[in-house]
């Protein structure tokens, strides 16, 4: 069953990535970078709204989770590649020499679950809900970009769309409790009634 499973996820990669066009390498390339004018705009953003629409402790408490939340999705996926050790399909030597490589440096050696994907996921996923009931269009931007991100690496033979797909997933539910615990925490320590 998990060879089966396996073997579907190299073919819809190959699918995938073999889709791909050469005028849109650059813009997977920009999308999967940390820092970029399309990143930081968006962190930038995001804190903004978080500074016009929440008192100072309500902000703290924000950018506490929002940190907490980063710093365990990234060190989760450290974890889970050293656990797992599924190689990156650009080191993949049955499939590599098929595969649309994008960038010359493929990664670390390990690619299961996407880093990528986790951060994105759990950013978007975590302003999103902060901010859902002051924007649908904010929260809909985020999200699209995350899925960007996350195609992107895809896009570029770095990951396999279980990797993806895990991230994303796993992105998601970790900022749902994260947004869980600021609501409650708000809701019992900051707005509790005196009395």
Request: proline share 4%; net charge positive; aromatic share 14%.
């Amino acid at each position: 069953m998990l060879q089966e499973l396996l073997e579907l996820d190299t073919e819809l990669l190959l699918f995938l990535n073999g889709k791909g066009d050469p005028t849109w390498d650059y813009v997977w390339l920009y999308l999967s970078r940390t820092l970029s004018f399309i990143t930081v705009p968006i962190f930038c953003l995001s804190l903004l709204l978080v500074y016009r629409l929440f008192d100072v402790k309500k902000m703290a408490l924000v950018v506490i989770i929002g940190v907490v939340l980063l710093m365990t999705t990234e060190y989760l996926s450290i974890f889970i590649k050293e656990l797992v050790q599924r190689p990156r399909p650009c080191y993949n030597p049955e499939i590599n020499h098929i595969l649309r490589i994008i960038p010359k440096y493929c990664g670390g050696k390990y690619g299961y679950f996407s880093a990528h994907a986790i951060n994105s996921a759990a950013f978007a996923t975590y302003f999103a809900l902060l901010f859902r009931t002051y924007s649908k269009y904010v929260s809909g931007i985020l999200l699209i970009w995350a899925l960007l991100v996350s195609y992107s690496r895809m896009a570029l033979g770095v990951h396999y769309p279980l990797d993806v797909l895990t991230g994303i997933t796993l992105g998601m539910v970790l900022a749902s409790f994260a947004f869980s615990l600021f609501n409650t925490i708000v809701h019992h320590r900051i707005e509790r009634p005196k009395g």
